[in-house]
């Protein structure tokens, strides 16, 4: 491992300094938080805020604290096969002589041991020993533990260079047991994962293989397919401009490579992320370095490229000139050979691989070709609909009045937090209002950019709805975090009323649903008139929670009816006499 750098802890604290600016938060370490869930979860600012179980965030939250053994946040995810449990545990420091120097303190590890065990074990003091919203998810963990063995991730998170000493290490995997895998998380970790991805053009010179290759035009789209040296097609992708232009080298001349490494700019539009531990990835490296790499141009599909422009002169073996190349299909391949390349480069002399090279003039063709050609490993949908036309619109129109929607994730992050509208937030927001599903706007909003895309972005989707949405859940999660406030000393209060740390996308959706019975149109210029129909959503919700408990009894549990669709059926199952009368109540008791 390289020797930890300035640079690398400035770039983390900048990035931290700038979280604690946006959430105004008295210290980074707080900030830390969201800057590393971020990056390891991809959850919402909501989601990362609700998921702290550290006493000390808790206290300067203005939330009464107590025990958090070790357990800094607790995300549970349910939606992974099979569940996955979360569980964080977080050190900054704040100057780089102590990140460079110091170990992770060996003090959390008997700490985290001891709440581990008696989660397994569930003893029965575990909830009254720590506080109220560890307490909580430790009541959700032990359901889960009903339906079979959820999966447990312990993350050790810090932007210190070194991880625990040796022998605490080897004590602490020793002991977690053997449903617990550890992950760390440090500061090479980190800065790999935020370094600025600012896109360069990539521009190379690539050679074919004879004269066996074939041109074909068709209106705004030409291609070429040719064979090519495996080395040419990591050569035209590293980080040196000099090498990718030379496309006439020597074998000796390959070595140069192992001095470089991948440019990832030029994967920016490649709709796949890279997967180490990829069978697929592991196979093709397996390929490249056995004595059948000869045949690696019959086992492999091969790759697709696009780029502005490419020209070759008309003759043998000619050199392709490329501009502003994309790794559209292929990803896998490049870097699975790559690696290879630097464990044994005296195997590639032989390898031969199809390139199909796209010369696109229309974005979202090139989008297309990067969606239709690739179907081996999973891909994140977000990715492959950020260049759709309806993100693109959605992104000018906010433009027009100097708000920021984030086609991509954090694509404005220099930008004041609350002009920034992120576009998988936006879903779930348009999902649970205008979609009327809020069940799958709170735990299935991987659809928002996948089947059911089409019906959330429709052609009716513009800058107002969204705004209108986004606005209304911004609201009512100001509201549940007072409430949160309220409640979180007072542990027989916390029970009756934390289903609000659970309930916002449906008390979202019946804001909608009332407005709608009472004809109000859903443009933002009503925005406030929509919202006094907040206190009636609620009494609603608590209405559907006392029809959920009087069928099921003491068995009831706010995380579990949130994570069902109850709560909506049940509203959909009111008569109008029935709400008429609900809504001229108030204070209801759940």
Same mark, same amino acid.
């Not at 502003?324 to 195997?347: C, P, R, W």
């Given at each position: 491992?390289?020797?930890?750098?300035?640079?690398?802890?400035?770039?983390?604290?900048?990035?931290?300094?700038?979280?604690?600016?946006?959430?105004?938060?008295?210290?980074?370490?707080?900030?830390?938080?969201?800057?590393?869930?971020?990056?390891?979860?991809?959850?919402?600012?909501?989601?990362?805020?609700?998921?702290?179980?550290?006493?000390?965030?808790?206290?300067?939250?203005?939330?009464?604290?107590?025990?958090?053994?070790?357990?800094?946040?607790?995300?549970?995810?349910?939606?992974?096969?099979?569940?996955?449990?979360?569980?964080?545990?977080?050190?900054?420091?704040?100057?780089?002589? +102590? #990140?460079?120097?110091? =170990?992770?303190?060996?003090?959390? &590890?008997? @700490?985290?041991?001891?709440?581990?065990? *008696?989660? $397994?074990?569930?003893?029965?003091?575990?909830?009254?020993?720590?506080?109220?919203?560890?307490?909580?998810?430790?009541?959700?963990?032990?359901?889960?533990?009903?339906?079979?063995?959820?999966?447990?991730?312990?993350?050790?998170?810090?932007?210190?260079?070194?991880?625990?000493?040796?022998?605490?290490?080897?004590?602490?995997?020793?002991?977690?047991?053997?449903?617990?895998?550890?992950?760390?998380?440090?500061?090479?970790?980190?800065?790999?994962?935020?370094?600025?991805?600012?896109?360069?053009?990539?521009?190379?010179?690539?050679?074919?293989?004879?004269?066996?290759?074939?041109?074909?035009?068709?209106?705004?789209?030409?291609?070429?397919?040719?064979?090519?040296?495996?080395?040419?097609?990591?050569?035209?992708?590293?980080?040196?401009?000099?090498?990718?232009? +030379? #496309?006439?080298?020597? =074998?000796?001349?390959?070595?140069? &490579?192992? @001095?470089?490494?991948?440019?990832?700019? *030029?994967? $920016?539009?490649?709709?796949?992320?890279?997967?180490?531990?990829?069978?697929?990835?592991?196979?093709?490296?397996?390929?490249?370095?056995?004595?059948?790499?000869?045949?690696?141009?019959?086992?492999?599909?091969?790759?697709?490229?696009?780029?502005?422009?490419?020209?070759?002169?008309?003759?043998?073996?000619?050199?392709?000139?490329?501009?502003?190349?994309?790794?559209?299909?292929?990803?896998?391949?490049?870097?699975?050979?790559?690696?290879?390349?630097?464990?044994?480069?005296?195997?590639?002399?032989?390898?031969?691989?199809?390139?199909?090279?796209?010369?696109?003039?229309?974005?979202?063709?090139?989008?297309?070709?990067?969606?239709?050609?690739?179907?081996?490993?999973?891909?994140?949908?977000?990715?492959?609909?950020?260049?759709?036309?309806?993100?693109?619109?959605?992104?000018?129109?906010?433009?027009?009045?100097?708000?920021?929607?984030?086609?991509?994730?954090?694509?404005?992050?220099?930008?004041?937090?609350?002009?920034?509208?992120?576009?998988?937030?936006?879903?779930?927001?348009?999902?649970?209002?205008?979609?009327?599903?809020?069940?799958?706007?709170?735990?299935?909003?991987?659809?928002?950019?996948?089947?059911?895309?089409?019906?959330?972005?429709?052609?009716?989707?513009?800058?107002?709805?969204?705004?209108?949405?986004?606005?209304?859940?911004?609201?009512?999660?100001?509201?549940?975090?007072?409430?949160?406030?309220?409640?979180?000393?007072?542990?027989?209060?916390?029970?009756?009323?934390?289903?609000?740390?659970?309930?916002?996308?449906?008390?979202?959706?019946?804001?909608?649903?009332?407005?709608?019975?009472?004809?109000?149109?859903?443009?933002?210029?009503?925005?406030?008139?929509?919202?006094?129909?907040?206190?009636?959503?609620?009494?609603?919700?608590?209405?559907?929670?006392?029809?959920?408990?009087?069928?099921?009894?003491?068995?009831?549990?706010?995380?579990?009816?949130?994570?069902?669709?109850?709560?909506?059926?049940?509203?959909?199952?009111?008569?109008?006499?029935?709400?008429?009368?609900?809504?001229?109540?108030?204070?209801?008791?759940?």
């Amino acid at each position: 491992m390289n020797p930890p750098t300035l640079q690398e802890f400035s770039l983390i604290r900048t990035k931290t300094d700038r979280k604690r600016q946006d959430y105004a938060f008295p210290d980074l370490t707080s900030a830390f938080y969201f800057v590393v869930i971020d990056l390891i979860l991809g959850l919402q600012e909501d989601e990362i805020r609700d998921s702290i179980t550290d006493s000390n965030f808790l206290k300067i939250s203005n939330q009464p604290s107590g025990h958090d053994r070790g357990i800094d946040a607790l995300y549970i995810d349910e939606i992974s096969a099979p569940s996955t449990v979360h569980m964080f545990n977080f050190k900054y420091a704040e100057n780089f002589d +102590k #990140a460079k120097s110091n =170990n992770l303190p060996s003090g959390e &590890i008997d @700490k985290i041991l001891g709440f581990i065990n *008696a989660l $397994n074990q569930k003893d029965a003091a575990l909830p009254q020993e720590v506080n109220a919203v560890l307490s909580s998810k430790v009541q959700d963990i032990w359901r889960l533990f009903e339906n079979g063995d959820p999966k447990f991730i312990l993350h050790f998170c810090a932007n210190y260079y070194k991880g625990f000493e040796k022998a605490e290490r080897g004590r602490l995997e020793r002991s977690v047991g053997r449903n617990v895998e550890i992950k760390y998380h440090l500061m090479p970790d980190l800065f790999e994962s935020i370094v600025s991805k600012d896109k360069q053009i990539v521009d190379g010179r690539i050679k074919a293989i004879n004269t066996g290759f074939f041109e074909k035009s068709d209106g705004n789209i030409r291609a070429l397919i040719v064979n090519v040296d495996a080395r040419d097609l990591i050569r035209i992708v590293i980080d040196n401009e000099e090498v990718r232009s +030379k #496309a006439d080298m020597t =074998n000796d001349e390959y070595e140069v &490579i192992k @001095k470089s490494t991948l440019l990832e700019d *030029a994967f $920016n539009d490649n709709v796949r992320i890279y997967q180490k531990k990829s069978s697929i990835n592991k196979n093709i490296k397996s390929t490249a370095l056995s004595d059948e790499n000869s045949k690696f141009f019959y086992y492999n599909n091969g790759v697709t490229l696009t780029c502005d422009s490419f020209s070759y002169s008309d003759r043998r073996a000619p050199v392709i000139e490329l501009k502003n190349v994309q790794v559209v299909n292929g990803s896998q391949t490049i870097h699975s050979l790559y690696e290879a390349f630097l464990e044994d480069s005296s195997k590639f002399r032989d390898i031969e691989i199809l390139c199909r090279i796209c010369e696109v003039r229309d974005p979202a063709l090139s989008t297309r070709i990067a969606e239709y050609t690739n179907s081996q490993n999973p891909v994140k949908s977000r990715d492959i609909r950020s260049v759709d036309f309806i993100q693109l619109s959605l992104e000018k129109e906010f433009l027009v009045n100097e708000k920021f929607y984030e086609r991509k994730k954090n694509q404005y992050a220099e930008k004041p937090l609350n002009q920034r509208i992120d576009a998988e937030k936006a879903g779930q927001v348009l999902m649970a209002f205008f979609n009327r599903s809020p069940y799958e706007a709170k735990n299935r909003k991987g659809l928002i950019f996948g089947d059911k895309y089409e019906e959330v972005f429709n052609e009716e989707v513009n800058a107002d709805k969204v705004w209108l949405a986004y606005n209304l859940f911004e609201k009512i999660e100001s509201e549940k975090n007072k409430i949160k406030l309220e409640i979180v000393g007072d542990q027989l209060l916390f029970r009756n009323k934390s289903y609000i740390l659970h309930a916002s996308y449906y008390i979202l959706y019946v804001i909608g649903e009332l407005a709608r019975r009472n004809k109000i149109e859903l443009k933002y210029s009503n925005f406030q008139e929509i919202w006094s129909l907040y206190s009636d959503s609620v009494s609603v919700i608590e209405a559907t929670i006392a029809k959920e408990r009087s069928e099921v009894g003491q068995k009831y549990n706010h995380s579990t009816f949130f994570r069902s669709n109850k709560s909506k059926k049940y509203f959909e199952d009111l008569e109008e006499v029935e709400l008429l009368k609900l809504l001229s109540l108030s204070d209801m008791s759940v």
